[in-house]
């Protein structure tokens, strides 16, 4: 289906991150990826994909490179293939992420 | 940069959708859309790459392929590479869209 009601798709897990697929094509996917206080996306890195993030509820703590930011609603974060990059939920609220990543690396 | 606060990019145009460049790496674009009531993308098609559109504000008609649908914050829709898509401002309010692509067309 080409229609997502991604606030409806919001699921949390108690022991580790969780992303929910959203989209899957070979150019790219999208997903939700919600957070529980104090869960995190280690950083690390993919050689040749690059990777958006969009807060859509809630406060992340972003390591791009050697920059680290919080950001709070509204704003997006990218990383470029070969950055290292990661998010951490150090707050006592809920963290919710839009993610877009191209290409898809589930399309080999 | 690769932290951007997109509600404040917002920019709208009289005479026209308004595009506003967020992120451009060869592997894929987010941009910001700017709808003023009555405009529109028209319906068009890329033959290698998807697109993702996300709701922020207002409501937006997605053609997609054969389908139409209406949708407010929140949803989110994809273009599959090949396939028909377009979306038009019907309302009387303001419609901000986030945008992704990939791979980037201005990377050849």
Avoid: W
Avoid at 51 to 67: C, I, P, Q, R
């Amino acid at each position: 289906m080409p229609f997502v009601n991604v606030t409806e798709k919001a699921a949390f897990r108690p022991d580790k991150l969780s992303k929910v697929g959203l989209f899957d094509v070979p150019q790219m996917f999208l997903d939700l990826y919600c957070l529980e206080p104090g869960q995190e996306q280690k950083p690390h890195i993919h050689t040749d994909a690059a990777k958006v993030y969009y807060v859509l509820e809630g406060e992340g703590t972003f390591v791009m490179g050697a920059e680290t930011q919080t950001l709070g609603p509204g704003h997006a974060v990218l990383a470029p293939g070969g950055e290292e990059h990661g998010v951490r939920n150090n707050t006592d609220a809920r963290l919710r992420l839009l993610v877009a990543m191209a290409p898809n690396p589930s399309f080999p």
